[in-house]
């Protein structure tokens, strides 16, 4: 190869790279038009540090670009990968074992939910609702996270069953739902906002793509399953739960 030319492989490298790029600007674009368009139109107003705002909506591209490849190269084949290793090792025990530590460790280090449970802490003792001295609001929050977890994890392994079973998936989220309802009446009003958003937070960056991968990989190599039919619907559960556990979590904690 002569000196200065490119190679072929190097060109599609880089055409690869940018198209991966545009799929995420073009992912961000609308948002990025609803943000210009209350600004300038609605509020008339310049975007502030127009340089930084600039180079803050580059470096999202690019953690984006990132971020999705990231998953498309590691978690999901990883996440799939192990759960057809343990259905092919034929022990439930061990499968359901995974399952739970799964959700759990997954939701501990989820980024969100420790943000939300930070604040939450703080709150609470601008309340008056706990002590207020950073111990006490460490604990809280650290709880708040812990029942989160403990709750994801248990969702994981009842989806797991779900799938082994073939229960179908729509009884299981109706009863949670009735379940959620009831505990609403019943739990401290300081709490419930809380557990509602539990559930949001929870199925995030972290979770979603490994508990994903866990329930395709897992239908795919049962018989009689369809990873369409009965791989998805886990994430349905890890958001369904965290509210009755961090209600519950409330109950005990308020009386």
Request: hydrophobic share 60%; no cysteine.
């Amino acid at each position: 190869m002569k000196k200065g030319h490119t190679s072929p492989f190097n060109l599609s490298m880089f055409r690869a790279a940018g198209q991966k790029v545009w799929s995420s600007l073009t992912d961000l674009l609308p948002i990025l038009l609803v943000i210009a368009f209350f600004q300038i139109v609605v509020l008339k107003q310049p975007l502030p540090d127009l340089g930084r705002v600039a180079f803050g909506g580059v470096l999202v591209v690019l953690g984006l670009t990132f971020f999705v490849q990231g998953l498309e190269m590691g978690l999901f084949p990883i996440g799939e990968a192990m759960a057809r290793a343990l259905a092919r090792k034929g022990s439930l025990f061990w499968l359901l074992v995974f399952a739970f530590a799964l959700g759990f460790s997954t939701t501990v280090a989820e980024p969100a939910l420790i943000a939300v449970a930070a604040e939450a802490a703080n709150i609470a003792a601008q309340a008056d609702l706990i002590v207020s001295n950073q111990a006490a609001i460490n604990q809280y929050a650290l709880g708040l996270r812990y029942s989160v977890a403990v709750s994801v994890g248990i969702a994981i392994l009842i989806g797991v069953l779900r799938i082994l079973r073939g229960w179908p998936v729509h009884y299981l989220i109706i009863g949670g739902y009735v379940l959620v309802m009831l505990m609403t009446l019943i739990a401290p009003k300081e709490i419930v906002g809380i557990a509602y958003d539990a559930g949001g937070v929870t199925t995030s960056t972290v979770t979603v793509p490994l508990v994903a991968a866990l329930g395709v990989g897992l239908a795919s190599i049962i018989k009689g399953r369809s990873p369409l039919v009965d791989g998805f619907g886990l994430i349905a559960f890890a958001s369904l739960l965290p509210m009755i556990f961090v209600m519950g979590y409330g109950l005990i904690l308020f009386g």
